[in-house]
């Protein structure tokens, strides 16, 4: 599946960084995503160089090399992929829950949208990739 959008503007594309809190690896995530996400951006000292921890059981969402954490209670709201719940968000741009994406028409609709490029995934999502590398595997 291609990429819908976002990975031009990723910083560092490539690089990979071990989450602090857990060891493994991180992809880099750009200052913009970061800024939809944060409950409170201006208190945010902004920057390059964070990487995204998706780890379910690690409580750090973002970390960068100089060793600053960020929280997964830091953000407005809990990342799909933080969570095994069949409610979790897995599309942000649209709206799908885990059980939503698991649906074959709700799938193709995304699919759908994505190549018209109606997505929004670099805001939206949390790590700033495209939503549709989350949906669980078609039967
Ligand atoms: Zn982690």
Redesign the pocket.
């Known amino acids: 599946m291609n990429d819908c959008c976002a990975t031009k503007n990723m910083p560092e594309q490539g690089r990979k960084l071990a ?1 602090p ?2 060891g ?1 690896a ?1 992809l880099p995530v750009s200052e913009k995503t970061l800024l939809h996400h944060l409950k409170q951006p201006w208190l945010w000292q902004g920057g390059q160089g964070y990487f995204g ?1 998706e ?1 379910v059981d ?1 409580e ?1 969402n973002y970390f960068s090399a100089d060793g600053t954490v960020i929280r997964t209670d830091a953000l407005r709201s809990k990342p799909g992929l933080k969570s095994r719940q069949a409610d979790a968000p897995i599309c942000y741009c649209f709206g799908l829950s885990r059980a939503d994406a698991a649906d074959p028409d709700a799938r193709a609709f995304v699919i759908k949208q994505t190549r018209l490029g109606n997505c929004a995934c670099e805001a939206r999502h949390p790590y700033g990739r495209c939503c549709l590398k989350d949906f669980p595997k078609p039967p």
Do not use: D, F, I, T
Request: proline content about 0%; hydrophobic content about 20%; aromatic content about 0%.
């Open positions: 989450c809190g857990c493994r991180g921890c780890a690690c750090l």
